[in-house]
């Protein structure tokens, strides 16, 4: 198989940080948690704090309502940023040679919980309802549908590296000759499933989430959307590696030691033929769960260091499930490209108590910049159920 340079010419995305490009680079670059709030509705009699979207979406088209829900209202809105580009792409290849590929873990889950809420009261379904909202690999066929393509369209679920994996999902389709450009992504609305769901596992803070901290209990859950258009044409951001792993330790907790979140950013290395202290900055999957840092900043010690600049930006956004590894990505793109000269990057967000039990990475202090220069690279980690790992290596070209 012929691996050839693969860019991500276009970036559109809507999350707790604002609903467009601009506003959210200067909120993710001041490290600005004020879309992380107190959620109206209580879980298990709890307040719990979630990354909420509260920028307008657009609605889904009435010949498109069996696909009408929140989850796909949130990719229409990162869609309407790219819409230009993906014209563009429909008026240079045939429609069967452009690809969908997306992750999730959610869906339209919220839709089907409301209409059994409404089952429950009044003794049947809404009229509106359609199982189509929930099911998990709605997006990329409603994606397929809404742009009138005929290529392949699928979608990747596997919990909190789904829209990391698509990177690589995608690639293989390209390099395979299988389609010629790709739509690539994620997507994942709030929904009471999930957040009661972590919670039950003892997971969810009892406020804002602490990564690293030695007070860390838990995380956010958030709400997202990211979508890429990830082809050959060279453009200022190239996808320049992607490891994968699956280690399956625990069916719900990373392996102790990292044995899997190393290999994946090993593999992303090799993929890129870069070394360690070549990467000038680490989006980390930083969930602020006590055995995800743990292990986490053990892998970062291990494979590059204490040096390079780490983060957590899910203080910011929340966990966004299935759209966190794309949302995470789209945070380095957006470092990488929107940018000339010196960019500020995320500070990490916490209470400052550093847990002796971790090894010291080097945590981003607020007012940190690097220079943005052709070869600068980006990792993002992605870590989830199962010990299935993601690392995503971009840089910019230009």
């Known amino acids: 198989m012929t691996h050839a340079k693969l860019y991500l010419n276009a970036c559109g995305m809507v ?19 004020a879309g992380v709030l107190p959620w109206d509705i209580k879980i298990q009699d709890k307040t719990v704090y979630v990354g909420q979207v509260h920028t307008r979406l657009p609605g889904v088209p009435e010949q498109f309502k069996q696909f009408a829900c929140r989850n796909n209202q949130l990719m229409l809105a990162a869609l309407e940023q790219i819409k230009t580009d993906i014209d563009e792409l429909k008026s240079t290849y045939p429609l069967d040679r452009i690809a969908v590929v997306l992750g999730t873990s959610t869906s339209g889950i919220l839709e089907g919980e409301n209409a059994l809420q409404a089952k429950t009261d009044k003794g049947f379904y809404p009229e509106s309802f359609n199982y189509r909202q929930q099911e998990i690999g709605t997006p990329a066929i409603f994606l397929r549908e809404y742009l009138g393509l005929t290529g392949l369209a699928y979608t990747v679920s596997t919990a909190c590296s789904s829209s990391a994996k698509v990177f690589a999902c995608a690639s293989r389709l390209i390099n395979s000759d299988l389609c010629d450009v790709a739509i690539i992504g994620g997507v994942d609305s709030l929904c009471r499933l999930t957040v009661n769901g972590f919670s039950s596992l003892e997971s969810v803070s009892a406020g804002r989430c602490n990564p690293m901290s030695v007070n860390r209990d838990g995380i956010n859950i958030g709400e997202a959307a990211t979508l890429f258009i990830l082809s050959r044409n060279e453009s200022n951001i190239e996808l320049l590696g992607v490891g994968e792993s699956s280690d399956a330790h625990h069916m719900s907790a990373p392996h102790p030691e990292g044995k899997g979140a190393m290999a994946a950013m090993r593999m992303a290395l090799d993929e890129a033929d870069l070394q ?17 840092d743990s292990m986490e900043s053990l892998a970062i010690e291990q494979v590059f260091g204490t040096e390079t600049p780490v983060s957590s930006t899910k203080p910011l956004v929340g966990h966004t499930l299935g759209a966190a590894g794309a949302t995470e ?70």
Do not use: M
Not at 16 to 30: F, Y
Not at 276 to 292: E, K, Q, V
């Open 276 to 292: 360690a202290s070549d990467i000038s900055y680490i989006n980390l999957h930083g969930t602020a769960t006590p055995l995800n």
């Open 329 to 398: 990505v789209g945070f380095c793109w957006l470092l990488l490209n929107e940018s000339e000269g010196a960019v500020f990057l995320p500070p990490h967000r916490w209470d400052g108590q550093a847990d002796e039990k971790l090894p010291a990475i080097n945590l981003l202090k607020e007012g940190v910049q690097v220079e943005i220069s052709a070869g600068t690279a980006f990792l993002s980690n992605s870590f989830a159920f199962g010990g299935n790992n993601a690392s995503v290596i971009i840089a910019r070209r230009k």
């Open 15 to 33: 999350n707790a940080l604002g609903g467009d490009k601009p506003t959210i680079l200067k909120h993710l670059s001041e490290g600005d948690t």
